[in-house]
């Protein structure tokens, strides 16, 4: 049996398939491409990734592996980078990039980057025209006045410009720099080593009005609050919130931080714990309260280790190694509440950015395949009810729908069959292999005399699926083949054109746990439809050849 409450009440899966998502709202987050380690373009062990803005037009890369960082253009309409540099340590072991873990842009237009590497914090001037790096500048531990600022984890930039601060995990500590806001320069002001509070810190980041800075604490299993004072930079502790105290939960081993942009909410993950930490944060004090801990869907949502807010403040994103995930939650702006969307796969997926339109996702990745994924954000939704006008086989008795739902959940398994059709483009499939026109295959079933919504099946256009394209042109058509399955657990697909009656064919598989399998048995009839934007694919089913409580079984009318 599956997992979804539409095994439960029919009549409630249609307003869940259809969610409570607004109009156009995004359903999906979709794969635009993989690139791979190629051994000179540096993404190997992205630690972390930044896009600048507000021209979105560079993605820069932390690469563990390489003591790097890789410089990218970004196509804006397609989100698909091209390599442009990369800016190593030319072969020293403790240069200003050696290990290094995370990356900010400043504010107002992003000229310099700043980089938070084993022996402390590399400076970059950033051409703005050309995403290229000139390095400035290094503020070393132990050199210059520099101290207890040994592993260097985390870096932020205040949203004024004035300050950046540096998370060093290994001291217990946060390292606090004056910022020339002309030259980018930094100047060391103080360390503040904090053992009371601060254990491992990780991620921080400066709340939008530059009043607060949070602190991810990996080995306290906590999130450290700091009053920011904005003249001299200089941070008072406010709280610690605990993870398993006072309800908290979702802070284990917590190792990144993000605010909303109103600066109402506060997000948490723990690369040992299995969801989001939600808080509401007093604009006041700076405080917080525990919200909620946002467990999403343990098939994606699972020891994730970074986490971003969509500049718009409706989505937040998160990636994981643990389930290779990255994963689209729905917010609310207004409390602040999170409900799960959905997740593409990602083999090691680590770190996050977010492009400042909010149109693409960047994830870095950890494992032994160096990985750079690049992701959208999709509307792809079934109508409510059934398309009209759609195209019907032109020999009846020809295809088949079968629905089996079975306990665990691997056995479970969909397949349309839509053959004998009329005469049918190639045009007419919307070229998923090279576009952005989704597709969905969605099912109908009869309650009380109206169509409802039963079953969804995404196959998100273009895109990599296991690093490789997902979809390829034939001669006649398109293939689809996802070993993942992930959205919904579709397999394969095939969709071949006909130039005359009877030649056309459509096939869907799925597969798998990721299905969400409607209540059997079916009320008949039954209708299945292939759909996009402009056109759709149908078959009607009446009389089963099987149906019981596990089984569903059609050919079409």
Known sequence: MGRSICRLFASVCALLLLAAVPAHAATSIASVEVLLDDGTNGIEGGAAVAVSSPDGGFVYVASLQSDGVAVFSRNPSTGKLTFVERETNLGTLSGPLANPQALALSPAGGAHLYVAARSGVAVFDRDTGTGLLTFLQQQENNVGGVTDLAGAFGIAVSSDGEHVYVAAEQDDSIGIFDRDTGTGLLTYVTTLVDPTHLDRPNGLIVSPDGLNVYVANSGGDSLAVYSRNVVTGLLTWVENQQDNVGGVDGLDNAVSVAISPNGASVYVVGESDDGIAVFSRNLITGALAFFEYELGDDRFVRQMSAIAVSADGTKVFAAGRRRDAVVLFNRNTSSG????????????????????????????????????????????????????????????????????????????????????????????????????????????????????LIFQGRLLAGGACAAKPCWKTTSIGYKYKDKDRSPDGVLTAGLNSGSVPGQAKIKVKGKGSLLTMPLLPLTTPVAVQLQRTGACWETTHSTPIITTGDQFKSKDN
């Open 337 to 452: 509440a999170l409900d799960y969307v959905a997740a593409e796969k990602l083999l090691g997926a680590f770190s996050l950015a977010l492009s400042p339109d909010d149109l693409h996702i960047y994830s870095g990745t950890r494992g032994e395949l160096g990985q750079l994924g690049v992701f959208r954000l999709s509307d792809v939704a079934c109508s409510p009810s059934p398309m009209l006008g759609c195209a019907v086989p032109s020999q009846a008795g020809a295809s088949l729908v079968f629905f089996k739902d079975k306990s665990p959940d691997d056995g479970d398994t969909f397949l349309w069959k839509w053959n004998k059709g009329p005469v049918t483009l190639l045009s007419s499939f919307g070229d998923p292999a090279t576009t952005t026109n989704d597709l969905i295959v969605c099912a109908y079933e009869d309650t009380l005399g109206t169509p409802s």
